[in-house]
């Protein structure tokens, strides 16, 4: 069955520390795999998607398949990255999306 | 563009009412999706339109029932609410299954009593 585990609820670090947030997933086929971002009072909003391999606001997510991870990492955290983070999974070319729990970030000052 | 968009914002019902939970979209995109989020559950699919005509059932459609009234608008049925659909509802939508990223309407927290 595809699932999406992130392991922590909550994520605590301190402005400038090093941050990062794990995602593991179970998936028979081939997987794209995402990060979504829910600023507080903002919309759900993508980060970042494997495929594209790019960094965004400094975060940057690498596809493990033989660990089957995609951990979010950033080397030094600010305090406007403080937010809720989902990993999320979808089939290549399909529509169902399976969201983990979710991880808050809260960075402190 | 205002994106994705909801209706209403906030909702209390009582058990065995019923209603429809309203999204639209200006980005003419050709899926559309509800999902309800839960404490500790992350979003899970109820339903799906891939794209105008069709809908589909995502992972917990019980309970539900969807209408792709045009390209723009896709509504979601509670029939009778049970106090388990107590959730906070999301629309979003996205260009086809092949672009891959969804937009995000700004939810619904609906409460069953």
């Known amino acids: 069955a595809q699932r999406v585990t992130q392991p922590e609820k909550l994520l605590s670090v301190f402005k400038g520390a090093p941050v990062e947030l794990k995602c593991n997933y179970s998936?028979?086929?081939?997987?794209?795999l995402f990060w979504y971002v829910q600023y507080s009072r903002q919309r759900l909003q993508l980060l970042l998607r494997h495929i594209s391999r790019e960094s965004i606001k400094g975060f940057t997510a690498d596809l493990n398949k033989g660990e089957t991870s995609f951990h979010l990492k950033k080397p030094f955290a600010q305090e406007e990255d403080s937010a809720m983070y989902y990993c999320a999974l979808k089939n290549t070319g399909g529509f169902k999306t399976i969201f983990g729990a979710g991880t808050r970030l809260f960075v402190k000052a | 563009n205002a994106g994705v968009t909801q209706t209403p914002k906030f909702q209390v019902l009582k058990t065995g009412q019923s209603m429809t939970l309203q999204c639209a979209q200006d980005m003419n995109h050709n899926s559309m999706y509800w999902y309800r989020q839960d404490p500790g559950m992350g979003l899970r699919l109820i339903y799906y339109?891939?794209?105008?005509?069709?809908?589909d059932k995502g992972e917990v459609p019980n309970g539900y029932n969807v209408s792709r009234l045009n390209k723009r608008e896709f509504s979601l049925r509670l029939e009778s609410a049970a106090p388990s659909q107590t959730s906070v509802y999301f629309c979003?939508?996205?260009?086809?299954?092949?672009?891959?990223?969804?937009?995000f309407g700004p939810g619904t927290r609906l409460t069953v009593l």
């Open positions: 979003a939508s996205s260009l086809s299954s092949g672009t891959n990223e969804q937009f």
């Open positions: 998936y028979s086929g081939s997987p794209e």
């Open positions: 339109s891939a794209s105008e005509g069709t809908t």
